[in-house]
């Protein structure tokens, strides 16, 4: 069973700081994405990695960054918070190629910029 | 740029009713079409998907139908249930695409 986790559930942070989110995810899945969600919004993606070391911005990479430094972990940096990043960040992992296609997603965090 | 929209936003029905989801997209070359389901304060969930090559598949109560020519496809619950109320999003996704396009999701009440 495909296991994504995130390292908090909730998230309380003041602007200007530098937040880092992380999600671990133990299935060997080569495709790992951060999107948030916004109520009448649904998900958008901030930014995706294909392989360790490599990122590609989603639609939504302004003010965010990424780091892969191990193909397990994929972490999400908001360089300078500010309050209309405040949240629900999910991350998700996906097996590459055929029929591999099921995304899955990790509990989410639920940050708050003040 | 890539897009799926979905409607409606929200839908009530009686439990024992059907629910009809749909959705709509841009890219031609999407072969991908997942449906997820979100609980209140839990993760999206796959619940059932479907293949270009497809115009139909069924998982008991759920269903998803695609039409192609249309760039349509819809989610199609029968018998709804107290525990069917959930946020629905379908998305679509093109060959060798990594990115999967979501639509702006669906809030399903049933109603006891």
């Known amino acids: 069973d495909v296991k994504v986790t995130q390292s908090s559930r909730y998230l309380v942070k003041r602007t200007g700081e530098k937040v880092f989110l992380e999600c671990v995810q133990d299935?060997?899945?080569?495709?790992m994405f951060w999107y948030r969600q916004d109520p009448g919004l649904g998900l958008r993606l901030i930014y995706f990695?294909?392989?360790?070391?490599?990122?590609e911005k989603g639609d939504i990479p302004e003010g965010y960054s990424v780091s892969r430094e191990k193909k397990e972990r994929f972490s999400l940096i908001l360089e300078s918070a500010s309050t209309n990043q405040t949240s629900m960040y999910l991350c998700?992992?996906?097996?590459?190629?055929?029929?591999?296609?099921?995304?899955?997603f990790g509990p989410g965090t639920r940050l708050t910029v003040l | 740029g890539e897009n799926v929209e979905q409607h409606p936003s929200t839908l009530s029905v009686q439990e024992g009713d059907s629910a009809v989801i749909k959705c709509t997209y841009s890219?031609?070359?999407?072969?991908?079409f997942p449906w997820y389901k979100q609980e209140l304060g839990k993760r999206p969930q796959l619940i059932i998907d479907i293949r270009s090559n497809v115009g139909e598949k069924k998982d008991q109560r759920i269903a998803v139908t695609l039409n192609k020519t249309a760039k349509h496809f819809s989610l199609h619950i029968t018998e709804t249930q107290p525990e069917d109320s959930a946020v629905y999003f379908c998305?679509?996704?093109?060959?060798?695409?990594?990115?999967?396009?979501f639509g702006a999701g669906t809030r399903l009440f049933v109603k006891a």
């Open positions: 998305a679509a996704r093109g060959t060798g695409g990594f990115k999967t396009i």
């Open positions: 998700a992992s996906r097996a590459s190629g055929g029929a591999k296609d099921t995304q899955y």
């Open positions: 890219d031609s070359a999407s072969n991908y």
């Open positions: 990695s294909y392989d360790v070391k490599m990122k």
């Open positions: 299935m060997d899945h080569e495709n």
